[in-house]
């Protein structure tokens, strides 16, 4: 499933704090986020094992894999406490 984000996480600059990230990330967490297995730690597993990253660092990537996961931890509360978990199956 988490694989609909690689477009997004095969780019350059996946990493940066920027708008343009921002709204790529979001484009591609729709891909994903409505489906009921969905798991903002598991995206964040898949997300550090294609990087080979381990998380025990505090470089760019690993924080911004923190934040992305912070996002889509967000998103999926938002459609959960407004009964959209699930949409798509």
């Known amino acids: 499933m988490y694989e609909a984000l690689d477009n997004f996480f095969d780019t350059e600059n996946w990493h940066s704090n920027h708008a343009i990230q921002d709204r ?5 967490l729709h ?3 409505h ?3 969905f798991s903002p730690e598991e995206m964040r597993n898949y997300i550090r094992q294609k990087h080979g990253l381990t998380g025990e660092t505090n470089s760019e990537k690993d924080r911004a894999v923190d934040r992305l996961v912070a ?3 967000a998103v999926r509360e938002y459609f959960d406490a407004n009964g959209e978990k699930g949409l798509r199956s």
């Open 35 to 37: 489906k009921k297995d």
């Open 71 to 73: 996002k889509a931890w």
């Open 31 to 33: 891909e994903v986020v």
């Open 24 to 28: 790529e990330f979001a484009r591609a």
